[in-house]
């Protein structure tokens, strides 16, 4: 299972970004998917999830109208297009797998939201 995650940098207050995620070693239709994130001196936390098909999203209340999750599994790729961004929402963002064998996470990227 490898998961790589790409898009990270540096924004302005109020910006935007696209993060991607690449899946391999696993039957990514079958599975869902989430985005996580991690701030210095804080806990890992749910960003969002996107069930197998797509159909089915979940977002944590910080960034609900502001980020979107989204899926090709004809690419094996999870998105986060992340709008409005603010300086809170600096932080490594990892991908995650949950799958039969146990969870599997990215290297991460790093978002850095300041002017």
């Known amino acids: 299972v490898q998961l790589v995650e790409s898009g990270g940098g540096l924004v302005q207050p109020g910006g935007s970004l696209r993060l991607s995620c690449a899946a391999s070693g696993f039957t990514f239709s079958s599975y869902a998917m989430s985005w996580y994130r991690q701030a210095p001196g804080k806990e890992r936390e749910l960003v969002a999830s996107i069930s197998s098909a797509g159909g089915s999203t979940n977002y944590a209340d910080s960034v609900k109208g502001r980020f979107t999750i989204s899926r090709d599994n004809a690419k094996n790729t999870v998105y986060l297009q992340m709008n409005s961004l603010k300086p809170e929402d600096t932080a490594v963002y990892y991908c995650?797998?949950?799958?039969?064998?146990?969870?599997?996470w990215g290297q991460g990227t790093q978002v850095t939201v300041s002017s």
């Open positions: 995650n797998a949950r799958l039969l064998t146990g969870r599997y």
